[in-house]
């Protein structure tokens, strides 16, 4: 499969495209790439035309700072008016979830049904803290050791599970500066009061060892999506489409068959 590149001036985008009908839009977390997507892509594209982008500086994207999830929202609604994409359904998880909210609220009535795996609205009361201690952190191990952890504690067998190896590259061709820029304007979000306008299907996905987004966190984004309902992974982290692939990818398709008949 070939990666492309989206030109928007001061970066590039890098994108895959692949299968026909109905496109999903895929977007992944922070410090991951499009290539967090290969398995459940390999499924998806079976059913339907599956587009997955780098964040700017993840990946194969390209670009400066700032990197926040609002710009991520932003290259991916340019990346489907270039390619003449009017209508399509999202599939986010962590950063990439907070970045769907983003894209849904910008464009409500071109989403047929939104996917979210693992993320939240933010408003998080030690969100200072958490970027803080992030910061020390990096500064006391120094960042290849940092992500080490990070990678480590995403996923549900931590260092022994299968994709961590692929994604801590991913975690460490990010860098430092990359990653806490990214960080901070993830933990800066709140879409605690604007959720109420969504009125599209949404499918939470939630890992019941996720320590980062845990299921009771999902259950409050729940609460503040009015068309929502809920999936919960047994035994799945926070990187639950790499811990549970199968019964992750049954539940999205099973949601997108159910929801975007008419699209």
């Known amino acids: 499969m070939t990666t492309q590149q989206l030109d928007r001036g001061a970066h590039r985008i ?33 059913h339907y035309r599956v587009l997955r982008c780098d964040a700017r500086g993840h990946g194969a994207s390209t670009g400066t700072v700032p990197y926040t999830v609002e710009g991520t929202a932003r290259d991916a609604l340019a990346l489907l008016d270039a390619l003449g994409i009017a209508r399509y359904a999202v599939l986010g998880i962590s950063m990439g979830g907070q970045a769907a909210m983003h894209l849904a609220l910008a464009a409500p009535h071109r989403v047929a049904a939104l996917v979210l795996a693992n993320t939240s609205a933010g408003a998080l009361p030690d969100a200072q803290g958490r970027l803080a201690q992030t910061k020390a952190r990096i500064e006391e ?123």
């Open 141 to 263: 191990i120094g960042y290849e050791r940092f992500a080490a952890e990070y990678v480590a504690s995403r996923f549900a067998d931590g260092y022994a599970s299968r994709g961590y190896a692929d994604y801590l590259r991913e975690a460490l061709a990010l860098g430092a500066q990359r990653y806490v820029a990214t960080l901070r304007s993830i933990l800066a979000q709140d879409l605690s009061a604007e959720l109420w306008r969504l009125r599209v299907p949404v499918l939470l996905i939630s890992g019941t060892a996720d320590v980062s987004t845990t299921p009771e966190r999902m259950r409050a984004l729940g609460a503040l999506l009015p068309t929502s309902r809920t999936l919960e992974l047994e035994g799945a982290g926070h990187f639950s489409c790499l811990d549970q692939p199968a019964q992750f990818i049954a539940g999205a398709l099973e949601f997108f068959s159910s929801n975007t008949k008419e699209s």
């Open 14 to 46: 890098a994108f895959r495209d692949e299968g026909d009908g109905l496109p999903v839009l895929c977007l992944h977390s922070l410090a991951g790439s499009l290539r967090m997507w290969d398995g459940a892509a390999r499924v998806l594209a079976r």
